[in-house]
């Protein structure tokens, strides 16, 4: 990102421990407006932990947080969300039987009438989330069916729209393509271009480099609670970022043990055939020379 630029959030070698466990360390990452951080890794590498640290849900040990260039202490999620950092986690947090509209609003809800009369604002919902999806170039066929009939592409731009609606500034991404097909996933990364035309800070954590390669402009590679760096789309080839979620030395070890194991496979099977041989030679009827009659 631009060195200019004052980063929507950034966090400066941050550490979390759990008792001896070390989850994360010596951590740093920056996100402008109208960037796609990709957050890479594979299972175990503590992406889930640091999301949980800048979502509000664990507090730092060690390192600095900062929201526009302030330091801050996050002590809820609800802290995280009053300054603009929304995350989208697997879950969704959907009612499933709840229409779309309902769950747009989902702990929000606008309202009419007055006292005991106060009800639920269906007419008013109904119009602004058709609004806010179709901003994201999202079109619900009806926002009164049950947000269970939806795809989980549409389930996930629904999420994504309901927390940019409510002021998310930056959007955390957890693992959105998941458990997705191919042409699902396709349509998240559409409205995850989406979010970042409208300049929102998107930290997309994944697993899956062929989903975070086409949309990030930078990406965060973690291995087992560290970071290997920061890499601009321009300076590291897909194949190398698999590399590094990987481990380089782990790769290369692993090439070197198949190869052995491989030799050993092979003068095996040299041997169970040189076995093989003795034991039909073994098993040849003796030749008996003919008896002659006295």
């Known amino acids: 990102m631009n060195n200019n630029q004052t980063p929507l959030i950034e966090v400066q070698s941050i550490s979390k421990y759990f008792g001896n466990v070390i989850a994360l360390e010596d951590i740093s990452l920056r996100v402008g407006a109208g960037e796609v951080m990709c ?25 600095h947080m900062l929201v526009e260039g302030k330091e801050v202490h996050f002590t809820s999620p609800r802290d995280a969300l009053e300054h603009g950092i929304a995350t989208v986690y697997q ?26 009369f106060r009800r639920f604002d269906v007419e008013l919902a109904d119009r602004v989330t058709r ?6 170039g999202i079109e619900i066929r009806d926002t009164a069916q049950a947000v269970g009939t939806l795809s989980g592409g549409e389930r996930q731009s629904v999420a994504i729209a309901r927390a940019i609606y409510f002021g998310a500034k930056v959007l955390i991404l ?63 080839t897909r194949e190398e970022v698999v590399a590094m979620m990987a481990g380089g030395e782990e790769l290369q070890e692993l090439s070197h043990e198949l190869e ?18 003795e034991l039909e030679d073994a098993a040849q009827p003796a030749v008996t020379s003919p008896k002659h009659d006295e």
């Not at 590498?45 to 730092?60: C, F, N």
């Not at 050993?264 to 041989?277: N, Q, V, W």
Request: proline share 4%; no cysteine.
């Open 91 to 116: 879950d969704l947090a959907m009612i499933p039987l709840m229409s779309v509209s309902r769950n747009f609003f989902l702990g929000s809800e606008p309202t009419t009438g007055w006292g005991p």
């Open 260 to 277: 052995e194991f491989a030799r050993s496979d092979k003068a095996l099977a040299g041997k169970l055939t040189e076995m093989g041989h």
């Open 131 to 136: 609004q806010e999806l179709s901003k994201m």
């Open 174 to 236: 957890d693992e959105p393509t998941s458990a997705l097909g191919v042409k699902e996933a396709s349509v998240v990364l559409r409205y995850i271009a989406q979010a970042r035309a409208r300049g929102i800070g998107v930290i997309f954590i994944t697993h899956n480099v062929h989903h975070a390669y086409p949309i990030g402009d930078y990406f965060t590679i973690l291995n087992r609670g560290r970071s290997y760096g920061t890499f601009a789309k321009a300076d590291v």
């Open 39 to 63: 957050l890479l890794g594979d299972n175990g590498a503590g992406k889930s932990t640091l999301i949980k640290v800048l979502s509000g849900v664990h507090q730092h040990d060690k390192g």
